[in-house]
Structure formats: C-alpha cells, structure tokens
C-alpha cells in the first residue's frame, strides 16, 4: 500500500486533510513571511495514532512535522514540501492533575493557559508564561523552551518540565525523567526539551505547578529615552532585587499597544513594568527598595497597581504589544536575540542606529531583566525590496546581539528562520556534533526535516 492509502487506514476522512483548501490553514505559521504545501496533515486524538503515523512516516521515508497552534515565530512549524504535518490540538486533555503533589500530567496539545485555570481551585498555576499563553500548546512550548515575561524568576519550559513521554523518528516509544525534581541518570528529558521537534514527538507531558504567590507589587515607570529604562534595569538588578517580571517598551511600541487594547499608558519614549511577586512581608520590603530606587532614576511618571484590576491593565498591553504591532505596519519581522544585561543600553542604542540607516521603523519590546530583546521590523511586503531590507536589518541586529556575546535567540527558536545564522555563532565543530546526534536518533532525517541545522552541516537538501 502506498503511504496515502495506509493513512487514509488510521485516520477517518474528517482527520486526514489532502484537498487544497483543507491544507492552507497548515502551510505557514506565525511567520507568514514561509509557506509550504505539505502532503497531508493527520489530526490523531490518542497518543497511539500519532505513534501509528510517526511510524509509517519512518516505513515510507517521508518526513514529517508536528504541530500545536502554529505560533510559532521563526518557521518552527513550516511543513516540510510534501511532508506530513501531524496537528496535535485535537489532543488538548489534562489527564492528570495532582495537587499534594503539584504535578499537572497533560496531552501535548492542551494550550498553556489551561494547565493554569485547572491548577487555580488549588492555589496552584503554571509558571512559564509566553505572551501566547492563551494559545500556544505546550507542545509547542516544550520544543521552543518557551519563556515570557516571568521566566526571570522562575526559569523558562525546561525548569517546570519533570517528565515526558515520546516517540522517537523511528517510532520508539520512550519516557524520559519523571514525576519529581531529582531523577536518577542523567537528564534526558532536559535534553529533549528546547530540540525544536527534531528528536521526535512529545505525547504527554508532566509539568511543575507552583503556588500562586502571595502578593504582587507591579509598577510602571515612563522614561524620556529607552536607554534610561534600559540603565534603571540594570541598577534594579545590582540592587540584589529579583522580581518576577522586569519589560520594557519603546515608543512605537506604546503607540501599538494603545490602539489596540487602550491600556492607558502614559506618553513615553519608553515604559519600564516591574512586578515583584513572592510572600507578602518580602514584596512589602522589596518594594520600597524598587520605589527608593525609581525615584532616583529619572522616571517622568511612576504607576503602582492600588489592585488587581489595575495590575491587569498594566500587563494587558503589555501581552497584546506583538500582535498590536499589526496596526502600525501590513507586516514585521520579530527578532528574539539576547545581550548580557549590563550591554543592554548599548545594544538599544546601536538597534536605533540600524533602524535609521536601513530607513525601516523597529519597535522593541522585550524581557529587558535577562537581556531577551525582541525589535519588530516593521514593513510592507508589497513594496519591491522591502522584505529584503527587513531580513537584512533583522540580521545585522542577530550579528549584533553575537558581538556583544548574547545568542541568537532567547525563547522563539532557530527554526527556519536563523539557521542560516547558526555558523556565526557556533564552531564547524559544534554543529556537527548537534548533526551527530541528530543521525544517531533520526538517521533519515524525517522529523523536522529542514530546521535548526544548517545545509552546510546537514550535508542535505
Ligand atoms: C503574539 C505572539 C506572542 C508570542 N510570545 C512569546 C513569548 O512571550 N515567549 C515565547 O517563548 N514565545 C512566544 N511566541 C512564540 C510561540 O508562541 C511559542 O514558540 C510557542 O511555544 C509555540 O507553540 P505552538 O503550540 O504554537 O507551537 P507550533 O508553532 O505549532 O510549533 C512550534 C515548534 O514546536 C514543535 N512541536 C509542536 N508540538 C510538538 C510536540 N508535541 N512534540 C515535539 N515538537 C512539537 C513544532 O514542530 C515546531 O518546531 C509568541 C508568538 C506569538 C504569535
């Protein structure tokens, strides 16, 4: 039988997807900028239909992608041209939730915002929390290592990951790590996560649930240059203080955030948010060390959230400034390179430079406490050239964020999208031992086929 006509055995018409029409939604994902026509897309509702279809890809050599809400920002979950493209949304139930022992046991598709909502009658949430929380599955998040605004505190995926069970390419079965935080052997379930889908598929997940904190103290500060904002994190952070959240936004940025949500943020060339979280006398103490400390920094105007409603509104344009950004300009490329925090000011100042040399608006809003920069390029794919331009611009400030001995990216993956970039920061040497392992697990090279690595180290198309 060929490959099409054994699928069309494991899954029902409604849950096997060739025509057309049905493929368009799967052929790009956030990053609309890359399409591709795959194959087929397969939506399994039980982890031993995903196992099936691994299986058969591996018999028939076809290579294939999985796929949670196609968030991605870097091409993460392109579909490989006439691959197969394995849609796990449809596999969105938490099978387990224990909270004596604050373990959460979820399907890959479960969108992360949910594990949080289940967890909250028991005083318990999930920690990481990417700005696509509502979304995103944690799938996705496992194979990014997603992080957001308060992975500063608490650590991104990897850090509230205990266990995980999957399928490898060839379609092995296996469980890595497990339940609580001190396994025996070595870390095997760490390694996969962050792996972009190039080890294999993630069908259950067991995650660390945290108790909410007690209090909160969230401030907003506006500041006449994004440089101070920049400097004010730094001297926040050498004051000793770990708060859970420290983000700025730039002007551009503001203005988007204010079409789009009306957060009533003050005018600013940029506004720092600072949320201290943790038990009540602590945020107490902590926070009249930050106030102390604001006050000095040449802050034009200080917000301090009186309650929950206010510390909403405060996050809230905070969450929707990406998507915003879709008001200012048709389209934008967002990067996700990283600087040391003490090289932040310089890296602003040096992305403003570019900005203007390159004639195209960036906005920047970012994870300004572990130095995650995220500038929007903004620009208009009908103008002839421009998206050239954009990619050009967005990769000085890649090469830039390299310079200053940061990384290429700090949550959103390499993808498709910087691999090109991968030799600028990694030795001959490094890469092919990344392709070593990636043989050793996938030696037809089906999973993902096409991302993270380079051509140059692949040795394939
Ligand atoms: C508006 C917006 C805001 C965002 N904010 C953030 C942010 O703050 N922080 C952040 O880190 N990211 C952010 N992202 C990026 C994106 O949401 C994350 O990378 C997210 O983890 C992707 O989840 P997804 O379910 O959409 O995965 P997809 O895009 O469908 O897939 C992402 C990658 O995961 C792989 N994959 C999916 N499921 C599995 C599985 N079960 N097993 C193995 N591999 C799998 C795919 O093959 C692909 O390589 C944002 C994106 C948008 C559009």
């Known amino acids: 039988m060929g490959f099409l006509e054994e699928l069309r055995a494991l899954f029902p018409p409604g849950r096997l997807l060739t025509k057309e029409a049905e493929l368009a939604p799967y052929e790009s994902d956030a990053l609309t900028a890359y399409r591709k026509r795959p194959l087929a897309v397969v939506l399994p509702q039980r982890k031993e239909e995903v196992v099936e279809a691994v299986r058969l890809c591996h018999r028939h050599g076809v290579p294939f992608v999985a796929r949670g809400s196609g968030t991605s920002l870097s091409g993460g979950s392109l579909p490989v041209e006439g691959g197969l493209v394995i849609a796990l949304n449809r596999m969105n139930r938490?099978?387990?939730?224990?909270?004596?022992a604050r373990i959460a046991v979820v399907e890959p598709g479960v969108v992360n915002l949910e594990v949080s909502r289940a967890a909250a009658p028991y005083g318990l949430y999930y920690a990481p929390d990417p700005s696509s929380q509502p979304i995103s599955t944690i799938g996705g998040n496992v194979a990014f290592n997603s992080?957001?605004?308060h992975c500063l505190k608490y650590g991104m995926t990897a850090n509230h990951v205990l266990g995980l069970e999957v399928v490898t390419p060839e379609g092995e079965v296996v469980r890595l790590g497990g339940e609580g935080l001190e396994g025996v052997?070595?870390?095997?379930?760490?390694?996969?996560?962050?792996?972009?889908?190039?080890?294999?598929?993630?069908?259950?997940v067991t995650l660390r649930l945290l108790p909410k904190p007690e209090a909160y103290h969230t401030l907003l500060a506006a500041y006449g240059s994004l440089e101070a904002a920049g400097e004010t994190v730094s001297r926040i952070l050498r004051q000793g203080l770990l708060p859970g959240a420290i983000e700025i936004m730039d002007r551009l940025a503001i203005e988007a955030a204010e079409a789009a949500v009306k957060a009533g943020y003050p005018r600013a060339e940029a506004l720092l948010i600072v949320e201290l979280e943790g038990p009540r006398e602590e945020v107490a103490e902590e926070a009249r060390v930050l106030e102390a400390l604001i006050r000095e920094s040449g802050a034009q105007e200080v917000r301090?959230?009186?309650?929950e409603a206010e510390r909403q509104a405060i996050w809230k344009g905070r969450k929707a400034a990406f998507s915003a950004v879709g008001r200012l300009s048709p389209d934008y490329i967002v990067q996700d390179g990283v600087v040391p925090r003490s090289r932040l000011a310089e890296a602003l100042r040096e992305i403003g430079r570019l900005s203007q040399a390159y004639g195209l608006r960036v906005a920047n809003v970012f994870h300004a406490g572990d130095g995650n920069l995220h500038p929007l390029v903004l620009y208009d794919g009908k103008k002839p050239g421009e998206l050239e331009r954009a990619e050009a611009l967005a990769g000085e400030i890649l090469r830039l964020c390299i310079q200053l001995g940061g990384s290429l990216t700090g949550e959103h993956g390499i993808g498709v999208e910087k691999k090109a970039y991968m030799p600028e920061m990694f030795a001959k040497e490094d890469l092919e031992a990344m392709e070593r392992v990636k043989r050793a697990l996938d030696p037809k090279g089906l999973a993902n086929r096409g991302k993270v690595l380079p051509e140059v180290a692949h040795g394939r198309g």
Do not use: M, S
């Open 185 to 204: 052997g070595p870390d095997l379930h760490g390694f996969f996560v962050g792996t972009e889908g190039l080890l294999g598929v993630a069908l259950e």
């Open 147 to 149: 992080g957001g605004a």
């Open 304 to 307: 301090v959230a009186r309650d």
């Open 94 to 100: 938490i099978l387990r939730l224990d909270p004596k």
